[in-house]
């Protein structure tokens, strides 16, 4: 497993994501391809070494080979047919199911909370800095309020209601730990095996796919990226 760090530079400002850790500079670690159960495990060092002071605040960036994970609160209605051959993979994250691939861009924020107890305000925050990125990249999206009693409405929608952003996140001893996935270019149909997210009838998407509908050109993997980590990297 490759990685690239670099740090970003520390804000003087604490508004936001950047008000939510509790301080410090925030590393980015960029990889490519990373097995599912091999990034897990690096994942949770991480997590172990910020909670003993011994890492600053990261934020992983990677894609994994074709995977679904499943959430604590996952039935088994909502799983897909073994028969697709695709893994399955139980996490300790928030959320129910989602479906990883190479076309897809992951990003783990390995944060020291300020408030430990404000996950719902970090997975806003998530959401916001995720809506910027997907507005330069000409897509007009936002993040939704959760109806009492109605399905998690966590990540982000375009304008006209599909998903493009999937977030789960999992906090222990005041830090964060999974986090967010974005379709770049991926195949619509492994969706489609499973109830994603717990929403049977929700359509998911891609920023290749949108920017089509938009009449605009298909973008790279690596293009993506590079606004995710800068915004990262401007409110973080």
């Known amino acids: 497993m490759s990685l ?18 509790e301080g410090g500079p925030l590393r980015v670690v960029e990889s490519e391809l990373v097995d599912y159960a091999e990034a897990v495990a690096a994942m949770e060092q991480m997590v172990r070494d910020r909670q003993a002071g011994a890492a600053d605040d990261t934020l992983w960036i990677l894609s ?14 909502e799983r897909p047919d073994p ?11 928030g959320g129910k199911l989602t479906y990883h691939s190479p076309e897809q861009i992951v990003g783990y924020p390995i944060l020291k ?21 997907l507005g330069e990249l000409g897509i007009e999206a936002e993040r939704r309020d959760t109806p ?24 222990s001893r005041g830090v964060s730990a999974h986090g967010f996935s974005m379709d770049v270019d991926a195949d619509p149909a492994p969706w489609t095996w ?34 995710i980590v800068g915004a990262w990297r401007r409110e973080a």
């Open 4 to 21: 690239t760090t670099s740090h970003g530079e520390p804000g003087t400002a604490r508004t936001g994501l950047r008000a939510r850790r």
């Open 64 to 77: 994994h080979p074709r995977t679904y994970t499943v959430g604590r609160r996952t039935p088994p209605e």
């Open 83 to 93: 028969a697709h051959g695709i893994p399955v993979v139980e996490v300790r994250r």
């Open 113 to 133: 909370l300020a408030d430990p107890r404000d996950v719902v305000g970090l997975l806003r925050d998530i959401e916001n800095l995720l809506v910027g990125v």
């Open 148 to 171: 009492p009693g109605g399905p998690l409405l966590t990540g982000v929608w375009t304008a006209e209601g599909r998903k493009i952003v999937s977030l789960g996140m999992h906090i």
């Open 194 to 227: 499973a109830v994603p997210c717990g929403m049977p009838d929700v359509e998911m998407t891609s920023v290749c796919r949108e920017r089509e509908r938009r009449g605009l050109a298909p973008v790279t993997q690596a293009e993506v990226r590079r606004l």
